[in-house]
Nanobody, 121 residues
Framework: QVQLVESGGGLVQAGGSLRLSCAASGRTFSSAAMGWFRQAPGKEREFVAVISWNGRTSHYADSVKGRFTISRDSAKNMVYLQMNSLKPEDTAVYYC??????????????WGMGTHVTVSS
């Protein structure tokens, strides 16, 4: 069992930055890939980024590549999403997830409750 709690969301102007954090608890954290997904109002949940269990491999959605960076600190059981050059279309609820190294929500077994990110123009 893994529990995930996101934080760091908020309101930011376009071009600004935010750093999301995900605190994880549970024995399987260190052996699981960690992903970030987001869901905008009226839209389906979409993949944002994933990092492998050892932090050596990561993958990003084309829409955030070059702007967002995913990282993890296994000693602290934390995962981060650094978001730079934010755009209004990045507005969404952001979810942290634990599971396989993949880009679809079905590959993840555990989810946080989400944190809201609003980017104003």
């Amino acid at each position: 069992q893994v529990q995930l709690v996101e934080s760091g969301g908020g309101l930011v102007q376009a071009g600004g930055s935010l750093r999301l954090s995900c605190a994880a608890s549970g024995r399987t954290f260190s052996s699981a890939a960690m992903g970030w997904f987001r869901q905008a109002p009226g839209k389906e949940r979409e993949f944002v980024a994933v990092i492998s269990w050892n932090g050596r491999t990561s993958h990003y959605a084309d829409s955030v590549k070059g702007r967002f960076t995913i990282s993890r600190d296994s000693a602290k059981n934390m995962v981060y999403l650094q978001m730079n050059s934010l755009k209004p279309e990045d507005t969404a609820v952001y979810y942290c997830a634990s599971g396989a190294y993949g880009t679809t929500w079905r590959e993840y077994s555990y989810w946080g409750m989400g944190t809201h990110v609003t980017v104003s123009s």
